[in-house]
């Protein structure tokens, strides 16, 4: 636990994040100690995407605001792998590693814009054929040849 010397920053410590269909929300303080985009084959099964974007911290530095028991977990049954997910929309919601020593925020399911920018680039051995390409493609701000 921190100690903060005035309301305000104690305020913007705080961070807020949930799933898309409402259901479960929680918070979390802005303790990281760790932003990785994993490439891995199981994170990009698991996100059905070119790779996970996790952030870690404390165990013990979460507060569910909302719905924790409609949270649904995955354990990979022979390795350290995990996901948490909202039962109704399935999306990726922070769980504590097998190992118990962090707490996984997949950096999506934040609503608050965080400071933290990604420190690594983990498992690029198994990245996506097509990720490096994808990044370089034509971009727009909406569908193509529409409206
Ligand atoms: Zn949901
Ligand atoms: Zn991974």
Known sequence: MSVHNNKKALKQSILTGGC???????QV?????????CHCQQCRKLTGSAFSA???????????????????HYEHPERAF???F???????????????????IPAGSLFDKIKN???????????????????????FSHFPREG
């Open 20 to 26: 898309l269909c409402g259901l479960l929300a929680y």
């Open 29 to 37: 303080d802005n303790q990281f100690s760790h932003f990785y985009l």
């Open 54 to 72: 996790n952030i870690f911290t404390a165990p013990e530095n979460i507060k569910w605001l909302t719905g924790c028991e409609k949270l649904t």
């Open 82 to 84: 995990s996901k948490a």
């Open 86 to 104: 909202c039962s109704a929309c399935g999306c990726a919601l922070p769980f504590i590693n097998k190992s118990g020593k962090s707490l996984i």
């Open 117 to 139: 920018t990604p420190e690594a680039n983990i498992f690029v051995s198994e990245q996506a054929h097509w990720l490096a390409a994808g990044l370089a493609a034509k971009k």
